[in-house]
């Protein structure tokens, strides 16, 4: 069966003061369309996975949340994370839990809170990734074409087209780079963006779990004792926090790319298919921006807000149902409001909202 | 006995959103010192005045705040108008009350939402003024001494001196002149700004009042045969919306300046009285912003509200208790919040903000 993963852990602390660690971007209604990002995440797959088989794994103080925006997906599929440890631990959890039941699982994996534009392509790219891996030990990572030298992306080297298929090798995965770097790597013309998608069987995400982090493999191995019983939470609570913090990236994907590895019993290689279905990780305020419509003045609102707008140009204004604004002479500014915070920044200064949100810490 | 009459009807739209029609500016601690401006007021009389005759003329709907702000008053000097007919008839409402029980009274009349620097100058000068009043026909207006050629304030032209005292008559009032006809007038030395603060005897007030508004007088003998009775509050919510809505300045004021009149049998003249206690009407944020302290780019935050500003000069700001804010990179805005609205205009749009109130209407 094919299982759809959704990581749903992170803070969204870019966005804030909309996104915060008590309620982050994933659990809401960005794009002011009446949809959350999570929920929209799960709209994407349309009906390609049952819901029994829809995962979430996310931060237990977000358990009430997914239940709420996500009634559909049954309550044993909601893993909770006591604290964060990155994505291996996270991915590990969902693995363990899946192979008891299904042990030829295919497993998509998702961030609970990008955006894209194109949903019929995208379904089309998720299939044919599907079909690549299924029954073999591949790992398959989506490549997004990149539009711009971006410098908050990893990068996805691609070697070598696999045969007939859209897939190629994985040579190597890049850091955030410099701005000359991203420069270099678009003009080099097969570099794609690490969006953090990915598909595996269940059972090539063990194997290469227990190659490279056997002591979180050894720690899922007790925990998964507990699965479904009643000590399950307790025993997830004591144990899961001594997994060491690693990304799944770093874990496994860099540790295979470039190689030739066996993994059980047959040849296991990490690949990439380049998607081209209009993707923004919605990372920041100005990746928001430019998913959302415009006035005649370059002005996106999230929502539909009681936002007044005057002599103002190449501003995102966001604020609360219950809030009114009146914004006046403002060129490229961030006004947001969320909660009784309130945020007004230069456009681009919004790398440095993480710290501003720091402020009154 | 000497009375001080506070008029604390306004709904100071300039102000918006700290100040609204619900709870207008009188009633708020603008400059954040933990009294409210009306409070303050009573406060700059000092002991001058017992509290039995203290009298405050406010909307019916305020009722509440002045007692709660203000409990010294007593709940029967405070004077309660069932809609807004400018000053004319409200000076009328407490002169025909004050005259029942005090017919020899004098009146210092104040608006309740200004602000004074220098108190002990401000009682010197309302105790001279009291005294050149008392037991005569004059009426006396407090004239502020112009620092700027400002275009929102009526001027008062002072004639020639009374004599030794400190006292001028008035040749003219002038309405709010042109930016070139203010500045004509503080080169000619002899222009006040005209602060709504004056001084006469109830029994002037009375005269003038029958003399040049028959009509409203006439409702007020009407009405002040139900005064202190039960029916009072059902007879001034019947006659006083009867009430030509007119300022005492065109009322009466105007009309006796530069002219030789008798009243009650004695000459009666208007005079006004040359100011220098550092006035501010804080009728708009500008005039707030000057009164406030500044930090060293110029910043001045109303009260000691969770405000982070950076990389900002020459800003106003103001929010709620509850509320937090950051500001970056914005250059003689005012930020102002209240109770879930919202407002960023440049500082020099400010007489806009009456317009900016209402798009949401």
Chains 1, 2 share one sequence.
């Not at 089309?124 to 073999?136: E, L, Y």
Request: proline content about 4%; overall charge negative; glycine content about 8%.
């Amino acid at each position: 069966m094919n299982h759809l993963v959704i990581m749903a852990g992170g803070v969204g602390s870019r966005f804030w003061p909309m996104s915060r660690p008590e309620n982050p971007k994933q659990f809401i209604d960005v794009l002011g369309v009446g949809r959350t990002l999570i929920q929209l995440t799960v709209d994407r797959f349309g009906k390609e996975f049952a819901p029994e088989n829809i995962w979430v794994v996310t931060s237990a103080k977000y358990a009430d949340k997914v239940k709420a925006q996500l009634p559909e997906v049954p309550s044993a599929n909601i893993l909770l994370e006591p604290c964060m440890r990155n994505t291996a631990p996270c991915i590990a959890y969902v693995t363990w839990k899946i192979k008891q039941i299904d042990p030829e699982a295919t497993l998509v994996i998702s961030p609970a809170d990008h955006f894209v534009v194109n949903t019929e392509e995208f379904r089309r790219v998720i299939n044919a990734g599907v079909n690549f891996v299924k029954g073999t030990s591949n790992i398959l990572t989506l490549g997004m074409f990149p539009t711009r030298p971006d410098t908050g992306y990893g990068y996805i080297q691609a070697g070598d087209k696999e045969g007939q298929s859209e897939v190629c090798q994985v040579r190597a995965f890049k850091e955030k780079p410099q701005l000359e770097v991203a420069k270099q790597y678009l003009s080099e013309g097969n570099y794609y963006w690490n969006a953090g998608l990915f598909i595996w069987d269940a059972a090539t995400a063990e194997a290469s779990l227990r190659e490279f982090e056997p002591e979180t493999s050894a720690l899922f191995d007790k925990m998964s004792e507990s699965f479904g019983k009643e000590n399950e939470r307790a025993v997830i609570d004591e144990l899961f926090p001594q997994c060491k913090s690693i990304s799944i990236d770093y874990a496994v994907m860099e540790r295979m790319s470039g190689k030739t590895m066996t993994m059980n019993g047959k040849d296991a290689g990490v690949y990439v298919m380049p998607s081209d279905f209009g993707w923004s990780d919605l990372g920041t305020w100005g990746s928001l921006y430019t998913q959302l419509d415009k006035d005649e003045h370059g002005n996106a609102v999230v929502g539909k807000q009681n936002v007044c707008i005057i002599e103002s140009n190449d501003c995102i204004v966001r604020a609360s149902d219950n809030v009114k604004m009146v914004l006046q002479g403002l060129d490229g500014y961030i006004v947001a409001e969320d909660n009784n915070t309130i945020l007004v920044c230069k456009k681009e200064e919004e790398q440095r909202i993480k710290q501003f949100s720091e402020s009154f810490k």
